[in-house]
Every structure is written in C-alpha cells, then in structure tokens.
C-alpha cells in the first residue's frame, strides 16, 4: 500500500511503501459515438493530468488511435439487449491493467486535476458517487420488487458512471457477484445491482462528493457563485448534452491557468485574479518547487522592508499565489511581487525565473516533503524520484523539465532568467540585477545587509525560534525546512542508474541550463558491489580520508593538526545526522556519506567554502568549555557553520572529514572504498569526559546505538547507568578491532607525545608538525571521585578496549588521581543541599593537603574529629597524609577504621588497595 497526505499546497499525493502501485483510467467504447466521446474525455484529463495513464477497451483499434490513449485494447462486442450493455463494462473491469483503477464513462468531461482520487483507495477498495434522482430510483424498485427490503432507504443508489477500485481478490469478486446479479435482475441500470450488492459485501467503500459527478450546467453556475475557493467541481457528466457543445458549455468553469496550472484564486470573475494579472507593474518570481524561492523572496524582502523579513511575515510582503493570493489586493508599494509555481501562462507580463538543477530540487523535494510529513520515512530515495521523475509529486505543475521548458520556449517580453547557482555564487551581483529588472533603485549598502540578512545561518535561527508561529510548528522538528542550500548535493543521493533514469526524463531542460557540467557530473566507471547507489573510485578516492573514533577520543585535535598542513582540508561533523538517518538503511548511508565528500569537493573547488563546526569562525582544538560553574556540565563552544576557505589547494587537495557516530556505524562498508582512521584514547579519560558534558552518551544513547539495531537491544537491558556507557565504549572498540587494521589505529597519548608527527599516518606531511599539546587525561574539569568509580567497573569489565589499552594504563590513571596534590578532595559529610560546605576547617585540611603539609593536616583532622566525630571521612585525608609520611600501617589502619563506619567509600577502598599492593 501506499501512504498519502496533503502538501503545503494542497494537494493529495501518495508515495510506496512497498508494493509498487500504478494507477489509470480505462474506458469501454464499443461503437462510433461512444470512442469519440471517450477521446474527448480522455482529452480533458490529459489537460490536467498529462502523466496519468489512460486505456480503452474497443471494438475499432483505427477509430480510437489518438494521441490521449496510452492503450488501445480490441474486445469483441458483446451481442447483449439494450438494458444489458452495462456487461460491456463490467467485463473489462475485471481486466484493468492497473493496480488502482479509475473507471470512467465515456460521456465525462475532466475539469480540474483528478489524481487525488487514487489516494482514497489507500484506505478503501472502492470509491462510487450517488445516484441521481434517487428518490425516484427507490420508490420504483420497490415497487417492481427487485430490490432488497432489508436494506435502508439511506443507502442511496449509487451509479456506475465514475468507479474506482483497488485490484484485490476482494474486489474480483465483487465484480463477478456484479456480474451475475445483473444478468439474474434483468434491469435497466446499474444503479439497483451496486447498491444491493455493497450491502451484502464487506468491501470498505466510500462514496465520492458531489464534485465529481456533476451532470447539469444549472449546478455548475450555483457553485460558481463560490467563487470555487473551497473546492472544485472536478467531474461533468454531460449525459443530457450533447458533445460537440460540451466544452464550450464547461468552459467558464474551467481553471483559468491551463494545462497542468490550477488556479486557486477563483472563477475568471474573480476580483482578486483580475487586480492581479491586470496590472503590468506586478513581477512573478515563478520556479519549480524546492529551487529556492523562499530564499530569494527573503533577499528581496529584506531589501524592501530594511531587513524585516521573516518566516511569520514572508507572506504577506511577497504574497505566495497558492496559499494567500487575498494579501496581494494589501499591499500599497509597486511593483508587487508575487510567488507562483505555475507553468507558462500569457498572463504574467514580467516574470523573474528562478531555476536549479533539477537534481539538487530532487534532494531538497525529498527532505522537504519527510519533514512536512507527507512521505514515510521508510520511503527511499530511489523510490522517490520515481515520482518525480513522472511529476507526480505537484502534479498541477508538472515535471520539473516540462516547467522550465514551458517558460524558456513562451518567455513574455520582460523576462529575468535567474540560476540558482549563479545567485549562490555571486550574491550581490545577482541581487542587482533582479532588483534591477524589477525597476528598483539600488542601494549597495541596502542590498549587502539585506544579504547578511537572508543568510542561511541566520534564516536557519530565525526558523528554530518562529517554528511555532508559522506553519513549521506541525513538521518534523529533526529536519531543517532550510537546510544547506548546497549547490551539487544531488552527489551524495544519485547512482549511475538514477542519473540515466534522470537524464532520459529530463534531458531537454538540463541541455537547456546547461547543467551538465564536468565538475558536477563526476559519476565515472562501474558500479562497485554492495551498494544501492555507486560511489565514484576516481583520481581523489585516496585523498578522501574517513577519520572516526570514540566521542571525545580526540578527532577533533586530529582534524585541527591536520588543518595546520597544506593543501589539506579536515572538517569536523559537517553533515546532518538526521539526513542521514532518514535513509532507509545503512547501505544508502554510507553511500550518502561517500557521497559527501563529492559535494564537499566540489564546495570547495568552485566556491572555496566548506561546512564544519567552528567556533567565531575558527576551526578549534576541543569542541567543550570549561565548566561555568561546580554545578553545570560544560559548554559546547563549536557550531555547524559555512565557512571560507582561505589556504591554497590544488585539485587532488586532501579532504578529511570526521564523523565518529556515524562513520564507525558504517565502518564495515566505509573501509572498502576509502582510507579510513580512527583515533582512539584511553578509556578511563573517554568516560570521564563523557560525563562532564551534556551528552546523551552517558545514558547510553549515541548515533551509533541509532545505527545499530544489537547494539540497541543490548544496551537496553542493562539497568546501570556506569554499564551502559561502557557496553558502548567497548562497542566502538569492538568495531575498529573488527574492520581496522593496526595501522589505521592512531593513539591519542602519541599525538601529545610526539606533538603530532604520528598523524603522517594519514597525511606525510604532519612529520613535520611540532605542537606543544598538553594530554587531558587527567584533566581538572573531571570529576576525580566518579573516575575512581568509573575505573573500578572498567577494570572489572571485559570491554574490547582492553585490546586497545592494557589495564595498567587505567590503574596508573587512577594512582596519579590518589597522589596528585592538587587534586585532593575530601568528602564531607556535613556538606549541604546545594552541595558546599559549611565547616570552613574542613577546607583548610584540603589546603594543607594540596601543598604537601601532610604533619599539620593529620593534626588538623585529630583535632577536629575530637570536637567533630561525626566528619568520619576526614579519616580519607588522613590516610593520604600519612601514606606520603610513610606511616603506611597507620595509614592502612586509619582507611580500615573508616570503612567499618562508611562501607561504600569507593575512594578510601582503592586507597586501601593501592596501599596494600605497594607495601
């Protein structure tokens, strides 16, 4: 089946969830006049809906070959009386050659896009419209006795002119019961049949509004008087007029904008449509869905207003012609400029064209559409671009090939074509020109700042804060609706078979816009196993370098050395990991991440601009803070942030991107296809530093447990919360055992100890590194009491880490926690509820402590337990005291005594353990 759901246009489209499903029209035409009349409404749907497939069953293959037919079907004519022709039809329903089917009677008139009808059919197998003159109907079946009296005079007749069904073994034999009830009845119609036989069945039916069945032109001009803002008549049927009037009858109530266009504004006499298209001075920016409108409209917007556009406001200072077509009338200043979608049509007399690479509209389209909710996740690319490809996603519009050549070969007289890409690439010089066009006066000042306004980082922040004032608040808050803007992006989501599949469909608008460029065409040689979409092994697959490792193992110290050696470019966590994770599975996540590095290039080369997280526009060394105070985790100083590339580089310049959630998920596809590193760090100062920070890691949740459906399983029978973090410590260990080789391990002690010469792994050059590097294993920040609890559960642990470290490195960890002088702490036990202490004495033991006093400490703690003994674990800091005066039995003794009053002193117990092995 297939879900569906209405666009921010309004419109209803369906998308696979697994079986594919295809949709038409069929028609039964057995004679002369029923074969024209059928061309004629095969005709009118094709106006609207010029992508959808239309069959006829016929007894004349010649007379019915016309270009509107997608399938000429021969049936022989069924010699049947009069009041059984309707055998005709039922016989070939049975053999559509649709999944969905649309039924139709040849006497029916098509006036506005129909497809949403097949979205009724995810939830029902049969969809009908009422009789007319039902009454009637009713009172004479009764009366001749063919009808049922058990069944209510509210299930009203039903007509066979319009029936739409879902191919089913359900709906089969419905349509055989059809059948011989209608031959057992010997009616007239086929009304009686229908309805008795949907009383006897189960099927789940719905009955169509009366929008598509009309059948007198008197109606028609009733629901004219509406203005048919709020819904459309659809369907005529013209069953008491004759053909070769019937399109000048229906004709007023036509939408004004042909073709694939559907006009939302109204009748032709609307009073709004007419303010709109009479004035000469009003300036359409018209474009493709997803090419980039709402970024130019925010340009143009912010000049106009002094930069105070934004996502609650947009709408109404450049009113959009589908969704608010009633602000236009509102506005004063002139020119106007107006939004629209639409394909060509005369009446807009100056025109801005807006267009993009239809592969990068595609990439926007498809997560666009996830976060508006109206795709299921489980939607996967290449089954989305089946849609688009066919123009099924905004149907009104058509395909993107077919908008953009509809204006390119009809451009009115005032006509701007602008590129998306040249609007990137030179901002101000384009802005100029459109505002030009537009008969604007130029400012240069106005139109920087009304740039520095419209940037994506700050368009991004304004749509976190306005979510809930605009129509964002009811989306998927994980994806962006302005997500990068990049140009090439189609790089990291098409394989050879989706760019052949694109080209075929497209082909004449790419020609046109010349899109086929060498620097953004780089898909070259076979097909490499194991993945859906292909990744390119060209000249610059061994300068494109994979770094992972464990989370605040100290990649980013890696990619900031890295950066530091020329024609090398290293980013921290440019992408989106809810892009990535909206993948259908982790195949076409590591290809979308290969992928990247393509796009990545790309920026880098044409635009010398690349994304990384950052700090003040700085790429830094450790992407924490310090702590602001004793009670609040630390900050995260780096952002996602575009930024210019400023160092020299040449073609086959180093890229190395890390992502240690995701690249070590995808770790065993990653390897095949790029050199991959990761950088690993001792696993005692990992944990520790996972918990100073505002990380989901320390409930054991990661991007990695995301992509890891067993490690997912695992972690979530396991109570503590110490054990999951080291479950998922160990499991990254366990991933660069499993897929890296010994070579590709980079230990974080040997960057401090060699100032960072051992990353000539990755890149040579890095040899001649010589950076003062201080190791953040005993960091001050950490939390010395939780290390010593964090060391014991991992020594008694089994974690693959221990493959990477020896136990020892976390024992001599934590000896240098217990010896080193200024870090002493002592617990109190008479510590408040905030957490600090109100015995100033006690403070004045740790001093004397952290300055190596440890005769006077003693004393100083002898003293106090006389007069306090209740400070038991004083005795912690007296044990420390008289270990370093080598008094170790008393020491040993003191630790004993204590822990008879405080069993669980995890300190004083490893105190005591140390003690006892050095002795």
Known sequence: MFSKDIDEFGYIFDFDKGKKMNSGVIYTAIGA?????????????????PELSISVYTDNLEQAKCDFFDEVILVEKINSPKHQRMLDRLLNWSKSPYDYTLALDTDTYILDDIQELFAVLEKFELAICHGHNRVKRYWRTILDNISLDSIPYALAPVQGGLFLYKKSDQVEKFLQDLILLYKQKQVIDDQVSIRELIWQSNLRVYILPPEYDFNSIEDLKRWAKFDFIEARPKIFHYTRHKRDDIENLVKPFIPLFKDTNRNVLGSQNSTILKSCLDSSQNVYIVSYPKSGSTWLRFLLGNYITNNKCDFVNCHSIIPDIHLNPQDIELITRQPKFIKSHYQFTPDYQKVIYLARDGRDVAVSAYFHLLKEKKISKDTSFSDFMEKFNAGNLWPQFGTWNNHINSWLDNSPNHFLLVSYEDLKANTTKKLIE????????????????????????????????????????KTDRNLKFVRSGRVGEYQSYFNHQLLKDFRKSQGKAIEKLEYLREETDSFEGDILPKFPRAYTMNQNSNNNIVLTGVPRGGTTLTCYLLNQLPNTVALNEPMSFPEILNLSN???????????????????????????KIAQGKLIDNMAGEYKNSQTAREWLAKKSQFKIEKQLDKNFMLVIKKPDVFTGLLDYLVQYLPTYAVVRNPLSILASWNTLPLKLKEGHSGLVKLDNNLANTIAKITGKIEKQICLLSSYYEKFSQFLPSSSIIYYEEIVETKGKVLSKINANAVELDSQIESKNLNSLYDRELMLVLGEKLLQSKGVFWEFYSRESVESLLSLIVNQNQDVQIPNANANANGSIDKPDTQQVVDLLNVNKNTEAVEMIEKLMVSQPD????????????S??????EAIQTLEQMLKELPNHKKGRFLLSKICQNQ
């Open 33 to 49: 006049k029923y074969i024209e009349q059928a061309k004629l409404s095969a005709k009118s749907i094709k106006n609207f809906c």
């Open 434 to 473: 459109i505002l030009e066009f537009a008969e604007i006066n130029v400012n240069t000042e106005s139109v920087a700042t009304a740039i520095e306004a419209s940037s994506f980082q700050r368009m991004q922040k304004m749509e976190e804060a306005q979510t809930d004032l605009c129509n964002l608040a």
């Open 586 to 612: 982790n195949y076409e996540r590591a290809t979308y991440c290969l992928g990247f590095f393509q796009s990545m290039r790309y920026s880098i080369i044409n635009h010398r601009k690349a994304e990384s």
């Open 871 to 882: 400070l038991i674990s004083l005795n912690y800091g007296k044990a420390i005291a008289l």
């Open 884 to 889: 370093r005066l080598g008094k170790t039995t």
